[in-house]
């Protein structure tokens, strides 16, 4: 689908495009002509590749999974951004970082936004929709300003997504501070790979930004090299913070280790300490449970007929012994 609007200070005009011929006249209208290409067809992309000279290997990163860029080209730049989203799995904390491309194709009065997508990407129907209801500054500029609008839209998305993965970071700590399980790490690990999926996206992101904000391009005005600048400014801050975020995964992943461990630990005082109470008991009936046969008489005990009750006690007692020292000392 091919849509395309053509506008200046006070007028915007839609423009129906059935065919190359209409592609042209579009691009020949005086002002500043946005043209949105949503999951274009062969013949699409032959009439765009031709009526605005973009090289089909342009067309093509669209849609494939290459890295944001920017490139220069004779009569145009190319910048390739990409959206980010999450996407909820089965389980509670299990999460997938899903990138959507889109193709910015930048000329003197004339601007081309691709996208291999059927319905509207949200980042650029936002703006396309501030210009066909005049609002905005949108108007007053050139097409590199809507250009910049659409990047910028894209950037403020990854501070959202950021902050849905601090909030799911600090639930997975609760939650292992509360009761450590396995499913807590197996959703750590999911959050470390998008944070590792999400950081293939912003640091080329921050680099094509950054050539935009330079003043090397020839279709972006030193009037909006500022906004550039800004942009370029979001992305250093969320590069800081993505890997802020990754060394807290890093620490929650040792927080859950050693809860594990102490957990552990607790559990083999225990042990210790009920190993420890059966032990001289143990003796005890070991000693009266051996069999001497003749000799036994040697055993005054065994013909003492308070001895069965008398040992009890004395197990009984040793047990107690044990007990109070044990809890005086802390280790219960």
């Keep these: 689908m091919i849509s395309a609007i053509v506008y200046d200070v006070g007028t915007v005009e839609r423009r129906t495009i059935d065919d190359a011929a209409d592609l042209e006249a579009a691009r020949e209208a005086p002002g500043t002509t946005w043209v949105r290409v949503s999951s274009p067809t062969a013949a699409e992309i032959t009439a765009v590749s031709e009526v605005f000279s973009l090289h089909p290997l342009e067309l093509e990163d669209v849609r494939s999974d290459v890295r944001p860029k920017t490139e220069e080209f004779e009569t145009h730049t190319f910048v390739l951004v990409k959206t980010v989203a999450l996407e909820r799995g089965e389980t509670t904390f299990e999460e997938e970082v899903r990138t959507q491309p889109i193709g910015l194709f930048l000329g003197d009065e004339w601007l081309v936004t691709v996208t291999d997508e059927d319905e509207q990407v949200p980042v650029v129907s936002d703006v396309w929709d501030s210009v066909e209801n005049q609002e905005g500054r949108v108007l007053k500029q050139g097409p590199d300003f ?59 992101m921050r ?126």
């Design 146 to 204: 809507a250009a910049y609008r659409v990047i910028d839209h894209a950037v403020d998305d990854y501070f959202d997504l950021l902050d849905s993965v601090g909030d799911t970071i600090e639930e997975i700590e609760e939650a292992i501070l509360a009761t450590p399980d396995e499913e807590l790490i197996e959703g750590l690990n999911d959050v470390r790979r998008d944070l590792l999926s999400f950081r293939k996206v912003i640091w080329p």
């Design 207 to 332: 680099e094509a930004v950054g050539v935009l904000a330079r003043g090397d391009i020839e279709e972006v005005r030193e009037s909006t090299e500022k906004y550039f600048r800004d942009v370029y400014d979001h992305l250093v801050e969320i590069v800081d913070l993505t890997e802020t975020y990754r060394d807290l995964t890093r620490g929650t992943r040792d927080i859950y280790l050693n809860v594990v461990s102490q957990s552990t630990n607790e559990v083999m005082k225990r042990l210790t300490i009920v190993a420890t109470i059966f032990i001289p008991l143990t003796f005890v009936v070991g000693v009266y449970g051996m069999n001497f046969g003749e000799h036994a008489a040697n055993l005054p005990e065994l013909s003492w007929p308070y001895a069965y009750p008398a040992v009890i006690i004395g197990m009984g007692l040793v047990s107690a012994i044990l007990l109070v020292y044990f809890r005086t000392e802390g280790w219960m």
